[in-house]
Each structure stands twice: as structure tokens, then as C-alpha cells.
């Protein structure tokens, strides 16, 4: 027995605004039937959940599924399928594109009838409904997408496959969920291990979907991850099909292939830490674009190999965000790389935060004050040489507030120090300095007689 093991097709599934995206899932898809399901003359193909990106399929989704299952068809190669959660019915209906797929013929939609308790069914074929079918020596079982309750209802799924296996066919049971320890997001309900594993012994090979990233459990449970990344982020995940052959004592070797057509994705970092301009900051990004970006060669290759890429800028911005040209760093790196699509994402710390970030826990009040104040005015590229000079000036004045001496008194020891600062070559605008130290002075003295208020500080 021959089979062929897919999930998370997103048929539909459009990002970016771009038409070409949509066709990326298509031609994924397509590649896929062609040089995997039927060069390999498997014996039947699983599709484990969210076929179609959204239950609402458009006119386009619909031709790029009929034109996969319309081939498989013709080559009389049998197909199973399951609803995810993307392609699920909704609650207030019965009725969704993957169950008229089924009642046409493409394939049979499996899944536990609950209306009277949780009971596997066999296939009816003039019905067009069931929970498992025989196929080529294999009893496939499907369910639905359980959301927060698949831990609940394994115990359910337990009893009823006791019930409908088949000791002498190769078991499988095809399932849509998250998986305890795959994912990234602690917060997000998956089915546990310890409630997985309870159905060992009653399945053979667990057919996984939902997870857009391969991953095996006991050579027994697998998740081919999806054909195509969905996002940005999923572009380093592994994911592919699952080519699985068993043999006539139920060994089986699961092969997981990732040679058919899918998007390049690159993402690039470059960190703006104490480049003084954006003029720099622009070069800065161009050169790391030129050195580890991949170029489409419109050339030698079709469309489907230009890439799409993202440009994430970090560190901490000694300047205005406002102030770097984002659209310019976009169109430069699309023109030379040829690529399908750029963002630049902007993940610099502004300059108002992550201050003193070094600095050690047990230093004082006045220490910590002078480092903070000290790496505020270092942030402006206009004054970062003369940040302590300026910070002392500031605590200075402060403290001339507190002690409640005349704003003439304030006055003048900022105008000395502005004025000896004036006679340094390169001195910056003697007005912006000054009222940087006003403002800061102001501020300062504020913070502190408030919290003097409120803990009776002397």
C-alpha cells in the first residue's frame, strides 16, 4: 500500500494584496498531484484539514482545487478529506464547500456522527457521508476540527474506535489539531501528548494537520506541515508531503518530500545602533540587500522563483523614525533583487526607551538618574558627544529648582554653560541646546517633587 499525506493546502489564501500569492498555493498544490501523487501511482491521497483557506471559497480557489482533484480523478486515484477549522461549516449551517465536493464525487469528506452520542460510521456511498472508508488494505477514520475540546473528546474518539477498527487493515486516523509542544504560543489549547498517545494501539498511522510545520511523533503520528508558508514568519519551517509505504506486516516508511514548487522567503536584519543619519541607515540596508539577498533572474527563471522579502530594522534610532524613507528602501531592493514583494519592518527601539538598559541594579538613585538622563540626550545625534557634559548641566539646574532659587539663578547657569560650549568647534545650535535643558530641567524637578509628595521623601 501507497499513500500520499497532505495538509493545510489554503487554496484561496491571498497576503500582501497580491494576486501572484493566490497562485503560489495553486501551483503548490498542482506540483504536488502531478509529480507526487500521481508519478508515484499512490493508492489514495489524505488531505487533513483546511483545503481551502476560508469557508467563503472564491471562483478562483474553487478552479485551482477542481483542476488538482479533477486530475486525480482521471488518474483513478481515490481522495480523503477532513474539515479544518478554515474550511469547516459555520454553526449556523450544515452546508460548506468541502461537503459539496463530497456529495459531487472528488472525494470523501469523513466524519463522527454526534447525533446520537460519538459513533465512527461506515461510508455510505449514496449518501456521501461516513466516518471511515476501506481503501487498498487501509480503514481511514476522519474527524472534525475539535478547537479548545480535542482533549475532551479523545476519550470519546477512544471508545468509538474500538468499536469501528479493523484488526486486520492498517488503521489510520486522520485528525486536525495542534499538537502539545509544537508551537511557539504557550496560550494557544493543543492536544496533549498523554491524551494522543491513548490512542495508540487503536491506529496504526495518525494523519496530522493544522501545525503549518513538519514534525513526527513514535514513527507513529505525523504532520506534513502546509504546502505553502502562509506568512513571513513560517518561512523557515520545514513542510512538504508525506509519502508513505506500507508493508504486509504494517511497517511503514514515511517519506517527507519538499521537491515541488514553493515561494522563496528571505528576511534580513540590519541593526541602526548608532548609524548617525538616515542617509547611513539607507546605505547601511542597500549593502546588507547587495551581500546576503538572493536575486531573481527573470532570465532563467519563471515568476514563481522571485522572492518575497523582508528587511527588519533593529537596535536603537538616534533620529526620528519619520525621518528614514521606507517606501525608497522598498522600491531600491525590489528593482535590484527582482523580487516579487518587500516590506521593511521598522522594530528599532525608539529613542525614548531602553535606557540605562546595562546599567547595574544596586546603583543609586543619583547614579541611575545622571545614566538615564546621560543615554536620553545620546540618543539625538546632535548632543550624543556631549551627553554627560549636558546631563550634569541638567541635574545641576534641577537642583537649583529644588532648592527653590530664583529662575534667574536657573537662568544663569545655563547660559554659562551655553556659553562655554559655544566657543567648541562643532558646537550644535546654541538654541536647541538650551532648550533641551530647560525642558529636561523642568521635567526632572517636576518627577521629583512628586514623588517627594506622595512618600513624604526629604
Not at 28 to 55: E, K, M, P, T, Y
Not at 148 to 155: G, V, Y
Amino acid at each position: 500500500m501507497k499513500f500520499l499525506h497532505i495538509a493545510d493546502v489554503h487554496l484561496g489564501c491571498r497576503r500582501y494584496n497580491i494576486d501572484e500569492r493566490t497562485k503560489d498555493f495553486a501551483r503548490a498544490w498542482i506540483d504536488v498531484v502531478r509529480h507526487h501523487a500521481v508519478a508515484n501511482r499512490v493508492d489514495f491521497v489524505l488531505i487533513c484539514g483546511d483545503f481551502f483557506n476560508s469557508r467563503k471559497v472564491d471562483p478562483e480557489a474553487m478552479n485551482h482545487a477542481m483542476a488538482g482533484l479533477t486530475l486525480l480523478r482521471d488518474e483513478g486515484i481515490p481522495v480523503v478529506a477532513i474539515e479544518g477549522n478554515h474550511d469547516q461549516h459555520d454553526a449556523v449551517t450544515s452546508h460548506s464547500w468541502m461537503r459539496s465536493l463530497s456529495a459531487w464525487g472528488y472525494f470523501k469528506l469523513l466524519e463522527p456522527q454526534t447525533s446520537e452520542g460519538f459513533n465512527l460510521v461506515a461510508w455510505d456511498e449514496d449518501g456521501h457521508a461516513g466516518s471511515y472508508v476501506d481503501i487498498a488494505g487501509a480503514r481511514i477514520f476522519g474527524t472534525h476540527w475539535f478547537g479548545t475540546s480535542t482533549d475532551t473528546a479523545i476519550p470519546l474518539l477512544c471508545d468509538a474506535l474500538r468499536r469501528a477498527r479493523d484488526e486486520g487493515l492498517f488503521n489510520i486516523l486522520m485528525l486536525h489539531t495542534d499538537v502539545e509542544g509544537q508551537l511557539d504560543r504557550p496560550n494557544i489549547p493543543a492536544l496533549s501528548i498523554a491524551r494522543m498517545k491513548e490512542m495508540q494501539g487503536l491506529v496504526d498511522y495518525v494523519a496530522l494537520g493544522h501545525t503549518h510545520k513538519r514534525f513526527e511523533i513514535d514513527n507513529w503520528a505525523f504532520n506534513p506541515g502546509s504546502l505553502e508558508a502562509c506568512s513571513i514568519d513560517e518561512y523557515r519551517e520545514e513542510r512538504g508531503v508525506y509519502l508513505v509505504e506500507v508493508g504486509a506486516d504494517k511497517q511503514l516508511t514515511a517519506t517527507h518530500l519538499r521537491d515541488y514548487r514553493q515561494r522563496p522567503f528571505q528576511r534580513l536584519n540590519y541593526d541602526v545602533s548608532g548609524v548617525e543619519s538616515p542617509a547611513a541607515v539607507h546605505a547601511g540596508v542597500m549593502e546588507v540587500v547587495r551581500t546576503e539577498a538572493r536575486a531573481h533572474d527573470p532570465a532563467t527563471e519563471d515568476e514563481s522563483r522571485a522572492s518575497i522579502i523582508e528587511i527588519n530594522l533593529r537596535g536603537h534610532l538616534g533620529f526620528k523614525n519619520s525621518d528614514l524613507d521606507i517606501a525608497k528602501m522598498r522600491g531600491e531592493t525590489r528593482e535590484l533583487m527582482n523580487a516579487l514583494h518587500v516590506m521593511v519592518t521598522n522594530r528599532s527601539v525608539p529613542v525614548e526607551y531602553a535606557v540605562a538598559a546595562d546599567l547595574d541594579t544596586e546603583a543609586t538613585r543619583q547614579v541611575r538618574e545622571r545614566r538615564i538622563l546621560e543615554d536620553l540626550i545620546a540618543r539625538d545625534t546632535r548632543f550624543r558627544a556631549r551627553a554627560p557634559r549636558l546631563a550634569g548641566l541638567i541635574l545641576e539646574a534641577k537642583q537649583a529648582v529644588l532648592n527653590d532659587d530664583p529662575p534667574e539663578r536657573v537662568l544663569e547657569i545655563i547660559e554659562h554653560e551655553i556659553d562655554a560650549e559655544a566657543d567648541t568647534p562643532d558646537a550644535p545650535d546654541a538654541a536647541a541646546e538650551a532648550e533641551l535643558v530647560a525642558t529636561a530641567t523642568a521635567l526632572n524637578a517636576l518627577e521629583r517633587n512628586a514623588s517627594k509628595a506622595v512618600t513624604g521623601d526629604k
